[in-house]
């Protein structure tokens, strides 16, 4: 099969090659998904998962990509709840190859059934975008109709499902970004807008959460505004930024087939609106992820037409 792999960590994005790999076989409670569709996140370069297995050993080449919809074609011995040629969509193993390949092995549970009415494109953007956003605001930041959310990179495709997420919840929304954002995160749900690069954050006042997504100098100056019992939760690793009476939730996402059953309900009934940046084939997706081109929202590769 044809998968894009990387071996070269200090190459970044110019080590991806385009090449032949062996199908995967299905392991225990594992399936076979014939991709159709994936998403892929640049960051995914700089994760540890992506060049050494859980006991730190190399294990390239890698197979790049963690997001995935697509129809099972072959399922593990004891593999319960999903049958050949369903449609599905979620989130691989941080730890095993991935999803940038016409097929994947994955662990049953991490993924849901994808309705008939929902394009495979749509269905690959949604698992990390949407869970970190559900995750982060509902389970770590537990947010309350009422509350104010600041929600950092709302024009993009963790923020802008956060922005509506959390509108939706009740919630009053107010997004960052840079100034040729503005609309696109009003058009989103965001209740106002912070020009991060010529607005001053701290008149802002008070929030109730704050979704960081950007780290640095920004997260330290929003875990000032947090009020008394509030939450900073950050999707961006570890960080010693607390608020002065308030919690730092730092998470990683987690595969959840009731979550995103969740969410790809909003998205057919209309309450969720996807953020896709730019859609490739995998036989083009080495050059459009070398692109220099700045690109709002999640990079979407079609596997199959």
């Known amino acids: 099969m044809k998968a894009i792999v990387v071996t070269d960590q200090a190459a970044g994005t110019a080590g991806m090659k385009l090449v032949e790999q062996p199908r995967p076989q299905a392991a225990i409670n594992d399936v076979v998904v014939e991709v159709h569709a994936a998403g892929f996140v640049n960051t995914e370069l700089d994760w540890p998962s992506t060049w050494t297995d859980r006991t730190f050993r190399d294990r390239t080449p890698s197979i790049l990509g963690h997001e995935l919809a697509g129809v099972i074609t072959a399922l593990g011995y004891g593999t319960t709840g999903l049958s050949i040629g369903q449609r599905v969509f979620g989130l691989t193993d941080w730890y095993r190859d991935g999803t940038l390949a016409e097929y994947v092995a994955v662990e049953a549970r991490n993924l849901a059934p ?79 807008f912070v020009d991060l690069g010529n607005d001053r954050l701290e008149d802002v006042g008070g929030v109730d959460l704050v979704f960081d997504v950007i780290g640095g ?56 609106r996807t953020n896709i940046g730019k859609v490739s084939s995998l036989d083009d997706a080495v050059a459009i992820l070398n692109s220099t081109e700045r690109r709002a929202g999640k990079t979407a590769i079609r596997v199959l037409p």
């Open 114 to 192: 994808l309705p008939g009415d929902v394009d495979f494109t749509v269905g690959a953007s949604l698992p990390i975008s949407g869970l970190t956003a559900w995750q982060g605001l509902f389970q770590h930041g537990r947010l309350q109709a009422g509350q104010s959310v600041l929600a950092h990179g709302a024009a993009g495709a963790v923020g802008s499902i956060v922005t509506q997420l959390a509108r939706e919840a009740g919630a009053y929304v107010i997004g960052t970004g840079r100034a040729a954002d503005r609309q696109k995160a009003l058009d989103f749900g965001a209740n106002e």
């Open 217 to 272: 100098d920004i997260q330290k100056r929003s875990a000032a505004l947090i009020r008394a019992g509030g939450t900073l939760v950050t999707a961006v690793g570890p960080t010693d930024i607390r608020p002065a009476d308030g919690l730092t939730v730092d998470f990683v996402v987690e595969a959840d087939r009731a979550q995103l059953s969740e969410i790809v309900q909003r998205v057919r009934d209309g309450r969720l």
